[in-house]
C-alpha cells in the first residue's frame, strides 16, 4: 500500500508565494518519479511540474516555467512545489502523485503514467 499526503495549501494574494509538499509512505520513495497535477473549477487536470529518481531532470508546463519549482529530498520521502509569482490563474486544487514505472521522460505529462495519487491540497489566489 503506497499513500501521499499533500499539504502546504492555502490562501495567497497576487504575487505571492507557497510551497506544497507531499510525503510518500509504503515503498522506498527513491523507487517513484514524481509530479504534480492541478485542477482548476470546470476544467480537466493539467500537468504542472516532474522530478526524476534521481532528481536530474525536472519538467514544468509552459504556464509555470519561471514561477515554479519542484524539489525532492529522498531522505524525507518528501517532494516540494515551490510556487512563487502566484497569479489568480493557478487557483486549483493540487495533487501530488507517483510513478513506479515511467522509464522515459517524454510521459511524465500524462496523468495516466501515475501508479498514485494524493488527496489534493486548495490553493487559492486572490487579485
Known amino acids: 500500500q503506497v499513500q501521499l499526503v499533500e499539504s502546504g495549501g492555502g490562501l495567497v494574494q497576487t504575487g505571492g508565494s507557497l510551497r506544497l509538499s507531499c510525503t510518500v509512505s509504503g515503498r522506498t520513495f527513491g523507487n517513484y518519479a514524481m509530479g504534480w497535477f492541478r485542477q482548476a473549477p470546470g476544467k480537466e487536470r493539467e500537468f504542472v511540474a516532474a522530478?526524476?529518481?534521481?532528481?536530474?531532470?525536472?519538467d514544468y508546463s509552459d504556464s509555470v516555467t519561471g514561477r515554479f519549482t519542484i524539489s525532492r529530498d529522498n531522505a524525507k520521502n518528501t517532494v516540494y512545489l515551490q510556487m512563487n509569482s502566484l497569479k489568480p490563474e493557478d487557483t486549483a486544487v493540487y495533487y501530488c502523485?507517483?510513478?513506479?514505472?515511467?522509464?522515459?521522460?517524454?510521459?511524465?505529462?500524462?496523468?495516466?503514467?501515475?501508479?498514485?495519487w494524493g488527496q489534493g491540497t486548495q490553493v487559492t489566489v486572490s487579485s
Open positions: 522530478i526524476s529518481r534521481s532528481a536530474t531532470s525536472t
Open positions: 502523485a507517483a510513478a513506479f514505472t515511467i522509464i522515459n521522460s517524454r510521459v511524465v505529462r500524462r496523468d495516466k503514467e501515475y501508479d498514485y
